[in-house]
């Protein structure tokens, strides 16, 4: 089987979809000629040609609403916003607009598109390049949200998002892109082509939203991930030793409680963590969901290891960055009670 | 050292603020019929000036005269004035509907029935509108049924959108108009984005964007513009001053900038400004602009100068800030008695006939509301089920929607 980065694996994903269906079109700032600034669309405009993959002005709010009204006509936008953290002027598009447009016209029009955005820290992006808004999104009613950690699930993701009716925010985390990132950033990057989740099919494969994945069996406590802190929680459970079960969400909205359930009851603990800030971040969610559903079980309070109630700092990145001490730490405490 | 001097702060005010006299003799309003009427692929560096005039048809003495005069046939034109005559009877009686309670809002076109009714008629089935919240002529115009829109307006159990959007929010696919947000300026650009869509698909359609005077601040309006301009999107962009958004007079959007339509000449669009209130002329230059985007010359942006007569909506009390003789002195005049005056002098029309149709009318949205009130009105009768709410978020409900739903008992 070929072996892919994250990045080609989401060009292939692309590439499928467009030569399949000839109403996918993608467009977004330098995505057309140039490629996009991480390459994710390369080679797509000479292939597809530039009405079917373009530059466009640098406007968000612009990338968006011609999505939502292209989406209206009947094609299948796939659009990128060049970083997350880019993504605010186009918010009244995507939560007032895009999110209720099946809703408010009782489904006389739908929304079928697809809003890829770069997330996540690791790279000393700063402010501008790191943030994970995720929270921002699921609690607005009417989208999807995905956040895929490894190129088999990144384009099998994206061609469901892509093929789904409905509008959907896919936030690959960038510090991904290359190689899976344990949180050791001194430590040398491990390529995907030596990494069995790089290994990727060529053709057409979805794999469908709202299913996570089990990454590491165990039975002495359950961490919740998602994106690059799958592996980040996976290297606290080896280094601790602590027999955890790491579940890989995948898609944060629509979520797969059962997974969570049946894991969280055999396991009777559950760690969640994400980079994003803590204070009303998915966490929150995830942490309540438990509590709700397996508060028989439980035999140790939610923990929730999240980046910090700050601004993404530039310098102190790594104090910042929930990392496998602080997730190992909370593995700790978890087993204790 | 130490002579500049304090800075201020220029914050635009309009020249009459209530209990002074209105007064629009420094708007300059040029004779009917002097603008030229520019072929269709003009250059639009060559017909600059049209940003800043007012093309206008209908004369003091009601004759068609000029260029751009002759669009429309003698039955065309009774058939735009019964559109608007209708779309003002619906008006009237839906804000009184408001008055008893019927529905929580109301928003009329009182001054403004022109610029929808006559553009719907420069359309051809399969395009798309975008429009704001004060476009109801479009629907009117092309046939959708008054019964249907009340329905929406009462949120009854008959209510074609299940009670979930605000009253008058409209969304009609078949007749060309889209699902109206209420968020201000969102659709313009998505406008944009569907003929692009258009383009793209070597289809024959094209879009029209609407927005407000005061809209054309946000950023929306600069995106659809500039997206527009890059891709030669087939699109007609109408800007509808009415001199007012809610109490901020039109000053505070166009700031600096002459007049709306001279926005569209940075961005290298033909742009041209019309009387609002002269049916005929809003025709005409609609036709233009529709034939430009179908040749696949590109987009037209459009000023359509009117007055807003109302008040903002059924929420607002225009008297607190603007002479409520400002209507009245509104130098375009009434759009309705404007055509009637025109047929009328042409010996096609008649008082008599005219107040027959007024009758006729009202009898027919009489008609219309005795049969939605049947359905149900906001606060009794027939009301569409909790459970709908709970539909039509996604294609599929998704399973924490399901559980929050039999949590509701629905």
Known sequence: MPRMTMIEAIRSAMDVAMGRDGTVVVFGEDVGYFGGVFRCTAGLQQKYGKSRCFDTPINESGIVGTAIGMAAYGLRPCVEVQFADYVYPAYDQIVSEAARIRYRSNGQFTCPIVIRMPTGGGIFGGQTHSQSPEALFTHVSGLKVVVPSSPRDAKGLLIAAIEDPDPVIFLEPKRLYNGPFDGHHDRPVTPWSKHPLGEVEDGHYAIPLGKAAVRRAGGDVTVLAYGTMVYVAEAAAQETGIDAEVIDLRTLLPLDLDAIVASVSKTGRCVVVHEATLTSGFGAELAALVQEHCFFNLEAPVRRITGWDTPYPHAQEWDYFPGPARVAEALRAAMEG | ?410
């Open chain 2, 1 to 410: 050292m130490a002579t500049d001097p304090h800075l201020s702060l220029h914050v635009p005010e309009p020249e009459v603020r209530p209990g002074g006299t209105p007064d629009f003799s420094k708007v300059p309003i040029p004779r009917a019929g002097s603008v030229d009427r520019p072929p269709v692929d003009v250059d639009p560096r060559d017909i600059r000036d049209l940003a800043y005039s007012i093309i206008r048809v209908l004369n003091r003495e009601g004759e068609a005269v000029g260029p751009w005069a002759g669009s429309l046939t003698d039955e065309e034109l009774r058939e735009g004035l019964r559109h608007m005559m209708t779309l003002r009877a619906f008006d009237a009686r839906m804000q009184m509907a408001q008055r008893q309670g019927k529905t929580s809002f109301y928003m009329q076109h009182m001054g403004e029935e022109a610029v929808s009714c006559a553009f719907r008629k420069a359309l051809s089935p399969g395009d798309m509108n975008f429009p704001t919240y004060r476009q109801a002529g479009l629907l009117i115009a092309g046939g959708y049924p008054m019964v249907e829109m009340m329905n929406q307006i009462f949120s009854n159990s008959a209510d074609p959108l299940k009670g979930r959007q605000l009253p008058i929010m409209y969304s009609a696919r078949e007749h060309g108009f889209f699902s109206i947000s209420g968020n201000l300026g969102t659709q313009f650009v998505q406008a944009v984005g569907w003929a692009m869509a258009s383009a793209i698909s070597n289809d024959t359609r094209i879009a029209a964007g609407w927005i407000g005077d005061g809209s054309t601040a946000e950023s929306d309006f600069h995106a659809a513009l500039v997206f527009a301009s890059t891709y030669r999107a087939p699109v007609v962009l109408n800007i509808v001053n009415n001199q007012w958004a809610i109490s901020t007079f039109q000053g505070i959007a166009r700031g600096g900038s002459g007049t709306f339509a001279a926005r569209g000449l940075g961005f290298g669009l033909p742009s041209l400004r019309v009387d609002g209130n002269d049916y005929l002329a809003v025709h005409a230059v609609a036709r233009w602009a529709t034939e430009r985007a179908r040749r696949n010359l590109g987009p037209t942006l459009i000023e359509y100068v009117t007055y807003r007569v109302g008040a903002h909506s059924t929420s607002d009390d225009p008297s607190a800030y603007r002479p409520k003789e400002e209507s009245e002195a509104w130098p375009l005049g009434d759009p309705v008695i404007r055509l009637k005056n025109h047929l009328i002098g042409k010996g096609v029309w008649s008082e008599e006939r005219h107040r027959q149709a007024e009758a006729e009318v009202m009898d027919e949205v009489i008609a219309a509301q005795k049969e939605a009130e049947s359905h149900g009105t906001l606060h009794s009768g027939g009301k569409p089920s909790v459970r709908d709410m709970f539909e039509g978020v996604y294609a599929q409900m998704p399973p924490h929607l399901r559980r929050q739903r039999q949590q509701a008992g629905v």
